[in-house]
């Protein structure tokens, strides 16, 4: 069974920092595709990046400059560092994987709200 358990969501003031961190077992996912999307209320789940085994990464428009997706192969884990949050980045992020694109695979979601 995979699983990918998402970390690191909670409330941060506009202009401060939060870092989501995802683990995936059951498989690895070393040769495929992982990456983050998010869900505000009353909007439909978007992108908000992704990155491939070789290291090509994918941003939405609305994050560039502000957040850097990383990963550890070895390890499993895929890392969102959010900088410079908005509160229109309040949304439930979700970690998620795949074969030939993300989206496979779903993790249960992390709260992010930023507020001051």
């Known amino acids: 069974q995979v699983l990918l358990v998402e970390s690191g969501g909670g409330l941060v003031q506009p202009g401060g920092s939060l870092r989501l961190s995802c683990v995936a077992s059951g498989r690895s996912f070393s040769i495929y595709p992982m990456g983050w999307f998010r869900q505000a209320p009353e909007k439909e789940r978007e992108l908000v990046a992704s990155?491939?085994?070789?290291?090509?990464?994918t941003y939405a428009d609305s994050v560039k400059g502000r957040f850097t997706i990383s990963r550890d192969i070895e390890k499993n884990t895929v890392t969102l560092q959010m900088n410079s949050l908005k509160p229109e980045d309040t949304a439930v992020y979700y970690c998620?994987?795949?074969?030939?694109?993300?989206?496979?695979?779903w993790g249960q979601g992390t709260q992010v709200t930023v507020s001051s």
């Open positions: 998620t994987a795949g074969f030939h694109s993300v989206g496979d695979y």
């Open positions: 990155m491939t085994s070789g290291g090509s990464t």
